[in-house]
């Protein structure tokens, strides 16, 4: 029981450290990051850490992988649209490749790749529905990085217009409005670990009501 206790007390001091470190110095450190000041009005919350996903950890070697699925609910208040740039940040603070841009469908899933280079199998041309993240073909790890490509994804949004409240089916643009998962392959084994991704649709460390905005999201520093 008290080995338990142990390793729930690092897991939430783990989590709490990587919030921390998110939250600063790991997201000023690359340059597509846009924060905002300060966020007393809509327009100044264009593309604040509100906005955003992250995942603590990613890996590939000569014998790993990573899979990440993302998901459009198709739920009321999302757009039937919603595009995101999904980056991989390795240990160094670095771009692991270059971050890829796409946009999901109502009712539809994107399927997500971080692989080593010229893998044999896990490919564009085996998976070409796929979107991949190909560095390097060396053990590398970091943190997974999901950004809005809307300017104003707190803004509903329908028929051209920001705002647009009364257009049928108007909604938001919003990346941490859709669900995530992923997990860490590790090929030799045919085995793995799920992937934590923090400020999705099913993230529980900080979901809040944003006033005046009227639906629930969840960023990695929430206010």
Wanted: aromatic share 10%; glycine share 8%.
């Amino acid at each position: 029981m008290k080995n338990k206790h142990l390793k729930r007390f690092f897991y939430s001091v783990a989590i709490t450290a990587f919030l921390a470190l998110v939250a600063g110095n790991a997201f000023a450190a690359n340059q597509n990051i846009k924060r905002d000041g300060a966020k007393t009005t809509f327009e100044s919350q264009a593309n604040s850490n509100d906005f955003i996903v992250v995942s603590p950890y990613w890996q590939v070697d000569s014998g790993s992988y990573t899979f990440i699925a993302v998901t459009h609910s198709s739920l009321s208040g999302m757009a039937s649209q919603i595009g995101i740039t999904i980056n991989a940040i390795d240990n160094a603070k670095a771009a692991y490749t270059t971050a890829e841009s796409f946009t999901i469908q109502a009712g539809n899933t994107q399927r997500v790749f971080i692989i080593p280079t010229n893998h044999a199998s896990i490919n564009s041309t085996s998976i070409s529905s796929a979107v991949f993240l190909a560095g390097t073909s060396d053990f590398t790890h970091g943190h997974v990085r999901v950004n809005p490509i809307a300017s104003h994804p707190n803004m509903k949004w329908a028929a051209g217009k920001l705002n647009n409240f009364s257009t049928t089916g108007a909604g938001f643009r919003d990346a941490t409005m859709l669900t995530y998962w992923g997990s860490v392959i590790i090929e030799a084994q045919t085995t793995g670990f799920a992937m934590e991704f923090i400020g999705d649709m099913n993230d529980s460390h900080s979901a809040s009501t944003m006033a005046g905005v009227g639906y629930t999201a969840s960023g990695v520093n929430l206010q």
